[in-house]
């Protein structure tokens, strides 16, 4: 296989710094910055002698930029260390049309990293180390609630995921009621917002993701009164509604939590249970729906603006560049799983062979984003103007494409992949992403009402298996009328949407593509006071913000960043 | 009943300020009262046909047909210039709607929505319309569940309101002042069919809010607000008291001139009626 230099946006900045803007670098170089190892601590470059310091002196500057950065804390300067070093490895093998692809970000990795050493989400079952204790982590197996949320305490530290903080901590309503019998109220309350406080300062990251429900349970109450009533980043939750076995209590209170701090999510749980099997799903991260003793191995995902610019006209589009580009993405997401399962020595984990997770759960997320970038050009190049979100025959051009895309992804078969199939995920985007709008969502900013919206996306949601998400903004009427919220939940959920998240336009918390920011710890960082929880976002329109305040926040978004100095 | 058409400004299928819930809410084009703090006062007037609107558009959506204003919403482009220069307050852009085409709209948007509230202009002008779409939603298997509320300024008789009473689930009704002058010269009508109005509904249990907005100077006065209060407190404590703040947007004319009113006016409103016992104050969730 031919080797074609990928170049990733550390040696892009690199590179940048190195020539300027105005001199691009050429192909060579850009092989050649691919080709360092670590050896010891020598490094052996396949450079010729003139380019070698040069390229040395830029490495050394961005190292050194990080492990002097006044922002970053030492674990921050730890992770963009790792990123680096992992980065300066080459990629695993591509095809030269896949690696081109993948260079002009028609297809993208999500910057997961050169060397795929674990995968990118993972799900364990914390049942099995409640139940049987750990032998790798001497831990004997809880009976007490006290022990049973410190044992997962500590579990948490050992999961790894594409940020090193665990994306999912557990369906915790079912792992916590079997040790609640005898504890009162007040002091499940206690002990639950302790753990609360413990998730928020020291797994600051707001893809970390608690599930409850769907049943109506003194635990699933209890969490929704701490989150409410703290008003945390972390963790992200997720309470999965079923009409035939949640009660309207429960989900009037998860709604009501939404009017008080734009959390939880609510999930369709009946159209994603039945996707699964008895082990169950955990919907983690930022929406993500996988198997629990499992996960996603990989995100990649194909850019439709991207793709729809390559295209003549509509048909041309459907017949020959989509299946052209979603063929190159299923290439590179093949590379990467068969690094991960075949070179890294991931499953060797004490974590299989205890059982939390198993080799064969792992599932690989096939995204897809910009579509109505992507349906509002073919729309011009058909010489027609109706936009996406608004348009009836623009609306029908986007089903087209989800249904299109989901049939060739069930029709692909993936080695190392659960059940031998990708899953269609419509991807929310990460802080680089300019002019695009995440997955199949309205362009911010423009939607129309929140009925209107659902019912013009809920014909998408059918296609998204492993996850898609639209946030509802309301105003802040609905303050006075939580009814409505209720109201507006239940219909979305009719509708088939397979999550249902709202935003209060004038709350603390609200969300950026996926996740919570505190837009009073933005404010305090405009006037340059600094704040206790740092928190603010990574999303682009926010980047903007945390780039004026020159200073990383404590809770951050860590999948949204593309690497150090992005 | 199919042949019986409202005339109707706007069907809004997502509303979360007009009764509890997301509701479906048709305004009703014309009002009998003519106040001048309105914030849609272009539903106030009853079109008649004059023509003066048709050179204001600049898309011609408007035509004059056999002595009528026709209106083409396809090639509107919302720029409202009709609405301004109309001298009665009317609107050319209102449509004839049937009870079958809002079953329609509702059967459409079932799962959102928590019940539907006629509002305007004035709903009880259109008082028959009103009654046949309640009883349709209520003999409809698909819809009955939906609540049926009016919003309206009280100003209708005793007889009327029974009719009415018997397939409504919930009244929000406005009290612009409780001093006749004061009333008569915001509104332009007098408060008696008002008031008594909402001891009738509230006799019959369906009293779901009495609104109160609170305009500086005039309706926020020591002496209105004590009148308030009484008046509430007959009604029984449990009455739930919605205080609306006089602001800006929409208004025409001199009232343009008033002061808004502010947050702290209207709480301190708020506090006087709690403090007397009224249980449920609503204060606004938004100052504009």
């Keep these: 296989m031919k080797r074609v230099p990928i170049v990733n946006r550390a040696n892009m900045s690199l590179k940048k710094r190195l020539w300027g803007n105005k001199h691009k670098p050429t192909t060579e170089i850009a092989i050649d910055l691919n080709h360092f190892e670590m050896a010891g601590s020598r490094l052996k470059f396949g450079l010729d002698p003139t380019h070698k310091g040069a390229v040395m002196q830029e490495i050394f500057e961005k190292l050194r930029n990080i492990t002097n950065d006044k922002t970053l804390n030492p674990a921050q300067k730890a992770r963009y260390l790792s990123l680096e070093a992992e980065n300066m490895l080459p990629y695993p093998d591509l095809d030269s049309e896949t690696a081109e692809a993948l260079q002009q970000r028609v297809i993208c990795d999500m910057y997961e990293g050169h060397a795929p050493y674990k995968p990118r989400y993972v799900l364990p079952d914390y049942s099995i180390v409640l139940k049987n204790g750990s032998e790798y982590l001497e831990l004997s197996a809880p009976e007490t609630l006290d022990e049973a949320i410190n044992t997962l305490m500590i579990a948490y530290h050992h999961v790894p995921s594409v940020t090193g903080i665990p994306v999912f901590i557990g369906q915790l309503d079912d792992l916590l009621l079997p040790y609640c019998e005898g504890v009162s109220d007040d002091d499940l309350y206690r002990k639950i917002k302790l753990f609360w406080r413990y998730l928020d300062r020291v797994l600051p990251d707001a893809f970390m993701h608690a599930n409850i429900g769907p049943t109506d349970n003194r635990v699933a109450r209890t969490i929704l009164r701490v989150d409410a009533e703290l008003k945390q980043i972390a963790p992200n939750l997720t309470f999965r509604y079923d009409p035939e076995i949640s009660t309207e209590q429960i989900l009037a209170i998860a709604t009501n939590n939404i009017v008080e701090c734009s959390k939880p999510h609510i999930a369709n749980h009946p159209i994603h249970a039945k996707l699964f099997d008895e082990r169950g799903y955990g919907i983690v991260s930022c929406y993500n729906v996988l198997p629990v003793a499992g996960g996603a191995s990989t995100l990649t995902r194909v850019n439709l603006k991207e793709v729809a610019l390559r295209a003549d006209n509509i048909e041309h589009f459907f017949a020959e560049v989509l299946p052209h580009y979603m063929e190159l993405n299923f290439r590179l997401t093949e590379a990467r799983v068969d690094y991960l399962f075949n070179k890294s020595n991931f499953f060797t984990s004490f974590l299989i062979d205890e059982g939390w997770m198993d080799r064969d759960r792992f599932t690989v997320m096939y995204g897809i984003y910009a579509m109505a970038e992507a349906v509002n050009i073919l729309q011009e190049k058909d010489g027609r103007t109706g936009l996406y979100g608004f348009d009836d025959v623009a609306n029908e051009i986007g089903y087209r494409m989800s249904k299109e895309m989901a049939k060739i992804v069930e029709n692909r078969p993936l080695e190392n992949v659960w059940r031998g199939r990708a899953m269609l995920h419509s991807q929310a985007g990460i802080s680089i992403d300019e002019g695009v709008t995440p997955g199949v969502r309205i362009p911010y900013g423009t939607e129309p009402d929140p009925v209107s919206h659902v019912l013009a996306l809920a014909p998408h949601h059918q296609y998204y298996s492993s996850g898609i998400s639209e946030i509802l903004t309301v105003d802040e009427t609905i303050k006075n009328n939580p009814e409505a919220m209720l109201q507006l939940c239940k219909g979305a959920l009719e509708s088939g949407f397979r999550e249902f998240t709202a935003n209060v336009a004038s709350n603390d918390l609200v969300r950026v593509t996926g996740y919570m920011v505190r837009l009073s710890d933005i404010a305090k960082f405009k006037e340059c006071k600094g704040s206790r929880t740092n928190t603010t976002a990574l999303a682009s329109e926010a980047a903007d913000v945390t780039g004026i305040l020159d200073r990383k926040p404590r809770v951050v978004g860590n999948e949204l960043s593309a690497g150090y100095g992005q | ?288």
């Design chain 2, 1 to 288: 009943m199919n042949s019986l058409l409202a005339t109707v400004n706007k069907i809004l299928t997502y509303s979360v300020v007009d009764g509890p819930g997301n509701r479906l809410v048709i305004f009703l084009q014309g009002c009998n009262f003519n106040c001048s703090t309105c914030h849609n006062p272009y539903t106030v007037g009853v079109c008649d046909h004059c023509g003066d609107c048709i050179p204001a558009c600049h898309v011609d959506a408007l035509a004059m047909v056999d002595g009528r204003v026709v209106f083409d919403p396809t090639a509107c482009d919302q720029c409202d210039a009709c609405l301004h220069i109309c001298p009665i307050s009317a609107s050319p852009m209102v449509q004839q709607v049937s009870v079958a085409d809002i079953l329609d709209i509702a059967r459409k948007n079932r799962p959102f929505l928590s019940g539907i509230t006629v509002s305007g202009g004035e709903a009880t002008l259109q008082l028959k319309f009103v009654i046949a779409l309640f009883k349709a939603v209520k003999d409809d298997p698909a819809l009955n569940g939906l609540t049926c509320f009016v919003d309206t300024n009280g100003h209708l008789g005793a007889q009327s309101w029974e009719r009415l009473l018997t397939v409504t689930d919930g009244v929000m009704l406005d009290i612009k002042a409780f001093d006749p002058a004061t009333h008569h010269a915001l509104t332009g009508q007098d408060n008696a069919k008002t008031l008594k109005a909402a001891k009738i509904v509230r006799d019959a249990g369906k009293l779901y809010e009495l609104r109160f907005l609170a305009i500086p100077g005039k309706t926020d006065t020591e002496r209105e607000v004590a009148k308030l209060t009484d008046f509430a407190l007959s009604l029984g404590s449990d009455v739930r008291v919605r205080l609306n703040a006089f602001q800006h947007h929409g208004v025409r004319g001199d009232a343009l001139e008033w002061p808004k009113m502010t947050e702290t006016g209207v709480n301190k409103i708020a506090e006087h009626l709690r403090k007397a016992g009224i249980s449920e104050v609503i204060t606004p969730a938004l100052y504009l």
